[in-house]
């Protein structure tokens, strides 16, 4: 049985919860845009429900304890096998709970898990590094990612506690979504409804102190740069060139 949820954490989970609850014999757990039908595999499509996405979550909690957050990190990776694997690492963990099954790295489950932690924890690191904020019309700072994996959820706390004091928005064109943090509630929420101009033209909704900075900035940039000690080959390991469209230093000017 193949058991298809809507790409969201509460759906897997909710497909978990589903799983023990109509004793199915699952052979694979696949986000909807995963899915490809196949007439030899029955699938059910899985509907989400808050109710039980929280109560698997909190006997996760409880069964793997500080480690439950490896859980949503394996998740983030978007990784087609990753929701099976996870799902069995959830089995072996319910029927022997005393054993750390995280440590069985032998495991091919366990082995794809820690994988997928390591590239999202590596990207999550570079998104920190990379993210590159412009001031827009109405005080709100502005900045537009593209991350191979779904890290914006893990990145949200780290910029709302190194930036208390502004008002921004970090939006994921591949994902379509963003986290926006108001700097008078102190609080980040989830935002879809990004006007499509705004992400196509940013510069044309700058404050007019932006383009000003930013030329320093570039100039600044080039005139510091010392062309017989260039290390191309260095630069590209330290700074991947995928990063380099949202960085204004590597604007031309």
Do not use: C
Request: hydrophobic fraction near 40%.
């Amino acid at each position: 049985m193949n058991l298809v949820f809507d790409d969201s954490f509460d759906g897997f989970l909710t497909a978990v919860f589903e799983a023990y609850a109509q004793s199915y014999a699952v052979s694979a757990i696949t986000a909807r845009r995963d899915f490809v039908p196949d007439f030899l595999i029955e699938h059910v499509d899985i509907n989400t429900s808050a109710q039980k996405s929280e109560r698997v979550w909190n006997k996760l909690k409880a069964l793997f304890g500080r480690d439950n957050y490896m859980i949503l990190w394996a998740f983030l990776s978007e990784q087609p096998d990753i929701y099976t694997h996870i799902y069995h690492i959830i089995r072996q963990k319910i029927k022997q709970p005393e054993i750390n099954i995280l440590n069985h790295h032998t495991d091919a489950s366990v082995a794809s898990f820690h994988r997928a932690i390591k590239i999202v924890g590596r990207e999550r690191h570079r998104m920190q590094a990379f993210v590159r904020f412009e001031l827009m019309v109405g005080g709100v700072y502005f900045a537009k990612v593209s991350p191979d994996f779904n890290v914006l959820p893990l990145i949200g706390r780290f910029f709302a506690r190194r930036f208390a004091d502004q008002s921004w928005l970090i939006f994921d064109e591949k994902r379509y979504f963003g986290i926006y943090y108001d700097k008078q509630t102190r609080q980040l929420t989830e935002v879809v409804d990004v006007d499509a101009f705004i992400l196509a033209q940013p510069k044309k909704h700058h404050d007019e102190v932006e383009a000003r900075y930013q030329h320093l900035w570039q100039t600044y940039f080039k005139h510091v740069t010392i062309a017989e000690r260039k290390n191309l080959r260095h630069h590209i390991q330290q700074m991947p060139k995928r990063y380099w469209r949202y960085l204004t230093e590597k604007q031309a000017i």
